[in-house]
């Protein structure tokens, strides 16, 4: 059983699929970033532009988008507060675990015809 669950963030006009681990939440804290500080922040406010624009785009190549903090800092600049909510909604979530009693989606009866490495879009 993971601790995070599988998480879809919308970048580009594609999606991309990853579950979050502590590994890199520990190599983004390595990079200066408190998780703690920016949980608050997405919580109470005010958010950290330059923080949230890096942790964004490490869950986004996490997902395999190739994306630069520069070019989510720049988005989240010019975004609308929708979309920037919408960013900080995808990151808080990643972020915080599974709750013990959260049920989890039951596996399909019958295998998918999808390859292993293709993620059907729910």
């Known amino acids: 059983m993971g601790v995070f669950r599988e998480i879809t963030i919308e970048w580009d006009g594609a999606e991309y699929v990853f579950t979050p681990s502590n590994k890199l939440l520990r190599r983004i804290e390595g990079q200066g970033v408190n998780i703690a500080v920016l949980m608050h922040g997405l919580a109470v406010g005010p958010i950290s532009a330059p923080s949230l624009a890096f942790v ?54 019958v295998k998918s015809p999808l390859s292993k490495t293709a993620k059907q879009k729910r």
Do not use: H, R
């Open 56 to 109: 964004a785009a490490e869950f986004l190549k996490a997902g395999g988008a190739v994306v630069t903090e520069d070019e989510v800092f720049g988005y989240i600049m010019t975004a609308t507060q929708g979309q920037i909510d919408a960013i900080a909604t995808s990151v808080a979530t990643a972020i915080t675990p599974v709750e013990p009693n959260e049920k989890k989606p039951e596996a399909p009866a």
